[in-house]
């Protein structure tokens, strides 16, 4: 099983990932992860990528997407995984399929985890930097929605995309990813068109 999750700054995805892969037996790769572990086995990639975090700059996509392919290559990718925070544009989630493709992956489930804006605010408020403003917070929200409702989109014309409420009790919650991504996976796709 191969895993995207998706959902808003706030929303419970780093927590809801690492339960999910040690319940289903996964292999989380958060971003952060990803790129530390390039940095730390000094590849030619890992070097340009620290070269661009040094400067407190974004990894580019390119580089990025090169290093992903690198992670999910290796032997121990083969029993399955679940991808935090990549992709994060529409250019990511296309390179991605081709990755997935490439590598014979092919049971991709994407699970969206929500949450209302007040819930959302109030959340990265508690735990936000010291810097974080209502006004930044929510511009965050906002680059997010920008950035991410198209990856969805794409999504769903292709697989499943299980909406999981994630306001309430983390457990509770982790339970109802778990339920889903348990069901078979032979319906059609959700948004079927009558092809007339």
Known sequence: MQIVILGPPGAGKGT??????QKLGLIHLSTG???RKAVEQ?????????EIMQKGALVPDDIMIAIVRQTLSSEEMKSGFILDGFPRTLNQAIALDKILTELNFND???V??????????KRLMLRGRKDDTIETVKHRLEVYRKQTSPIKEYYEKKCRVYDINGIGDINEIND???NVLK??????PVKARNME
């Open 108 to 110: 991709l489930r994407v």
């Open 42 to 50: 000094d590849t030619e990639l890992g070097r340009r990528a620290k």
């Open 16 to 21: 809801q990932s690492l339960l999910i892969a």
């Open 112 to 121: 969206n985890i929500t949450a209302n804006d007040d819930e959302l605010v």
């Open 176 to 178: 109802n990813i778990i």
């Open 183 to 188: 069901e078979p996976v032979t319906r059609p």
């Open 33 to 35: 992860e990803i790129l």
